[in-house]
C-alpha cells in the first residue's frame, strides 16, 4: 500500500459522500415546493443508508468480485475473505469498497429528481434497491471491474473509457428518471418556481466541491493524474456555468441563479467520463458546450415534450454524461466503437430493467400517491413533518 494514495482515497470517499448528503439533497430540496421539500432530503437520505447496506451485502461483490465479464459473482458478498490487510492495487480492499460505496449511493439518489412531489417513499426504496443491484452493480463490472466492455472485451484492445461514471453513474441514472417521469405521468401543478433557491445554490456548490473526490479519486492514486483531472473538472464547470446563464441572458434577457448553477451540474456529469483523459482546454470546451447543449435539451423535453422530468435529471446528467462520453473519442483518447457501442448497450440494458422493476415495484409497494396527498404535499401526508411552522 502507498500511504498517499490511501490518504487521498479516504479524502475521496469523504468527499463523495459529502456529493450526496448534503449537496445533493440540498440542491434538489430548494427546486421543488416547500410542502414537498422534506420529503426530497427523506429520499435522499434513506437511500444513502439503504444502499450502503446491499453495497456491503451483495452489490460490491457483483461488480467487483472475480466472476465472469458479465458480473462478479457472489464471492465477496458482506466483505467476505477482507480484512484491514487485503490489497487492491495501492489501497486497503475496504477502503476501494467504501470509495465505491459512495458511487452506488449517489448514483440511485440522482433518480430521485425525476419523480419528487409525486411519488410513494415506499416505491423509492424498494426501486432504487432493486435497481442499484440489478442496473448499477452489473454496469459498474462491465467497465469497471473487468467486464466484457473494458480492455480486452467485445471491443478488442481499447475498451470502453469512462473514467468516473459518463456511462456508469450519468447514462443510466439519466435515462431512468426519464423512463420513470414517462411511466408516471405529470404533476397536478407543475408550475410553481423553486420555493429555496439559495439551498439550490448551496446544494449546487456542495457537489462542486465533492466532485473533485469524485473525477479526482477515480485516478485511486495521489499523483498527477489526480491533479489533472481535479483541474480539468473545475475549468468545465466554470465553463458550462458561464455559457447556462449567457444563453440564458440572450433567450429570455436575465441570467438566473438557479440557471447558473444547473450549468455548474451539466459542466461536471459532461467533464465525469472525459477527466482522467482530456486537456484543460479541451474541458473548456466540453464545458461551453454542455451549458448550451444541456440547457435546450431541459427546453426540449419540459416544453415540447411535455415530458415532466421534475428536476431535469435527464437533460443535465444523462445527456451531459453522453456528450461526455463522446467526447473522449472526439479527443482521440478511446474509439468510437467501444464509446458508442457502450452508450448503446448500457443505454438498452438501463431501459430492459427500469422499465422491467417500475412494473415489479408498483405491484409490491405502489407507485403515485393519491391526488390528495400530492395536493397536500408529501412531507405532512408520507413523513408526518413540515419543514416550515409558519404559525411560530
Given at each position: 500500500?502507498?500511504?498517499?494514495?490511501?490518504?487521498?482515497?479516504?479524502?475521496?470517499?469523504?468527499?463523495?459522500?459529502?456529493?450526496?448528503?448534503?449537496g445533493?439533497?440540498?440542491?434538489?430540496?430548494?427546486?421543488?415546493?416547500?410542502?414537498?421539500?422534506?420529503?426530497?432530503?427523506?429520499?435522499?437520505?434513506?437511500?444513502?443508508?439503504?444502499?450502503?447496506?446491499?453495497?456491503?451485502?451483495?452489490?460490491?461483490?457483483?461488480?467487483?468480485?472475480?466472476?465472469?465479464?458479465?458480473?462478479?459473482?457472489?464471492?465477496?458478498?458482506?466483505?467476505?475473505?477482507?480484512?484491514?490487510?487485503?490489497?487492491?492495487?495501492?489501497?486497503?480492499e475496504?477502503?476501494?469498497?467504501?470509495?465505491?460505496?459512495?458511487?452506488?449511493?449517489?448514483?440511485?439518489?440522482?433518480?430521485?429528481?425525476?419523480?419528487?412531489?409525486?411519488?410513494?417513499?415506499?416505491?423509492?426504496?424498494?426501486?432504487?434497491?432493486?435497481?442499484?443491484?440489478?442496473?448499477?452493480?452489473?454496469?459498474?463490472?462491465?467497465?469497471?471491474?473487468?467486464?466484457?466492455?473494458?480492455?480486452g472485451?467485445?471491443?478488442?484492445a481499447?475498451?470502453?473509457?469512462?473514467?468516473?461514471?459518463?456511462?456508469?453513474?450519468h447514462?443510466?441514472?439519466?435515462?431512468?428518471?426519464?423512463?420513470?417521469?414517462?411511466?408516471?405521468?405529470?404533476?397536478?401543478?407543475d408550475?410553481?418556481?423553486?420555493?429555496?433557491?439559495?439551498?439550490?445554490?448551496?446544494?449546487?456548490?456542495?457537489?462542486?466541491?465533492?466532485?473533485?473526490?469524485?473525477?479526482?479519486?477515480?485516478?485511486?492514486?495521489?499523483?498527477?493524474?489526480?491533479?489533472?483531472?481535479?483541474?480539468?473538472?473545475?475549468?468545465?464547470?466554470?465553463?458550462?456555468?458561464?455559457?447556462?446563464?449567457f444563453?440564458?441572458?440572450?433567450?429570455?434577457?436575465?441570467?438566473?441563479?438557479?440557471?447558473?448553477?444547473t450549468?455548474?451540474?451539466?459542466?461536471?456529469?459532461?467533464?465525469?467520463?472525459?477527466?482522467?483523459?482530456?486537456?484543460?482546454?479541451?474541458?473548456?470546451l466540453?464545458g461551453?458546450?454542455?451549458?448550451?447543449l444541456?440547457?435546450?435539451?431541459?427546453?426540449?423535453?419540459?416544453?415540447?415534450?411535455?415530458?415532466?422530468?421534475?428536476?431535469?435529471?435527464?437533460?443535465?446528467?444523462g445527456?451531459?454524461g453522453?456528450?461526455?462520453?463522446?467526447?473522449?473519442?472526439?479527443?482521440?483518447?478511446?474509439?468510437?466503437?467501444?464509446?458508442?457501442?457502450?452508450?448503446?448497450?448500457?443505454?438498452?440494458?438501463?431501459?430492459?430493467?427500469?422499465?422491467?422493476?417500475?412494473?415489479?415495484?408498483?405491484?409490491?409497494?405502489?407507485?403515485?400517491?393519491?391526488?390528495?396527498?400530492?395536493?397536500?404535499?408529501?412531507?405532512?401526508?408520507?413523513?408526518?413533518?413540515?419543514?416550515?411552522?409558519?404559525?411560530?
Amino acid at each position: 500500500m502507498v500511504g498517499a494514495d490511501t490518504a487521498w482515497i479516504l479524502v475521496a470517499t469523504a468527499l463523495v459522500l459529502f456529493m450526496s448528503l448534503p449537496g445533493l439533497a440540498l440542491f434538489y430540496g430548494g427546486l421543488v415546493r416547500a410542502r414537498n421539500v422534506l420529503s426530497v432530503f427523506m429520499h435522499v437520505y434513506a437511500i444513502a443508508c439503504l444502499m450502503s447496506l446491499l453495497w456491503l451485502a451483495v452489490g460490491y461483490s457483483i461488480a467487483f468480485g472475480e466472476g465472469n465479464g458479465y458480473w462478479g459473482g457472489l464471492g465477496k458478498i458482506f466483505l467476505f475473505g477482507i480484512d484491514a490487510n487485503t490489497v487492491k492495487g495501492t489501497l486497503p480492499e475496504v477502503l476501494f469498497f467504501a470509495f465505491q460505496m459512495t458511487f452506488a449511493i449517489i448514483t440511485p439518489a440522482l433518480i430521485v429528481g425525476a419523480y419528487v412531489e409525486r411519488i410513494s417513499f415506499g416505491f423509492v426504496l424498494t426501486f432504487s434497491g432493486l435497481w442499484m443491484l440489478l442496473c448499477y452493480a452489473p454496469v459498474a463490472h462491465w467497465i469497471w471491474g473487468g467486464g466484457f466492455m473494458s480492455d480486452g472485451g467485445i471491443f478488442g484492445a481499447t475498451g470502453t473509457r469512462d473514467f468516473a461514471g459518463g456511462i456508469v453513474v450519468h447514462e443510466t441514472a439519466g435515462l431512468a428518471p426519464l423512463i420513470i417521469a414517462v411511466m408516471l405521468g405529470r404533476r397536478k401543478v407543475d408550475n410553481k418556481p423553486p420555493h429555496n433557491p439559495g439551498y439550490v445554490m448551496i446544494g449546487a456548490a456542495m457537489l462542486w466541491v465533492g466532485w473533485f473526490g469524485f473525477n479526482g479519486g477515480s485516478q485511486l492514486a495521489a499523483d498527477g493524474g489526480a491533479a489533472m483531472a481535479i483541474t480539468v473538472t473545475h475549468i468545465s464547470a466554470a465553463a458550462a456555468s458561464m455559457t447556462w446563464a449567457f444563453w440564458e441572458r440572450i433567450k429570455y434577457g436575465k441570467a438566473s441563479l438557479v440557471g447558473i448553477v444547473t450549468g455548474t451540474i451539466a459542466g461536471l456529469a459532461s467533464i465525469t467520463p472525459a477527466s482522467g483523459y482530456v486537456t484543460p482546454v479541451e474541458a473548456l470546451l466540453i464545458g461551453a458546450i454542455a451549458g448550451i447543449l444541456c440547457q435546450e435539451m431541459v427546453n426540449l423535453i419540459r416544453g415540447k415534450l411535455r415530458i415532466d422530468d421534475t428536476l431535469d435529471v435527464f437533460a443535465v446528467h444523462g445527456v451531459g454524461g453522453i456528450f461526455g462520453t463522446i467526447m473522449i473519442a472526439a479527443f482521440g483518447a478511446g474509439t468510437w466503437m467501444a464509446q458508442l457501442g457502450a452508450l448503446v448497450i448500457v443505454g438498452l440494458f438501463t431501459t430492459i430493467v427500469t422499465v422491467t422493476l417500475v412494473y415489479v415495484t408498483k405491484v409490491l409497494v405502489g407507485f403515485r400517491v393519491d391526488a390528495e396527498t400530492e395536493h397536500a404535499g408529501l412531507d405532512l401526508a408520507q413523513h408526518g413533518e413540515s419543514a416550515y411552522d409558519h404559525n411560530s
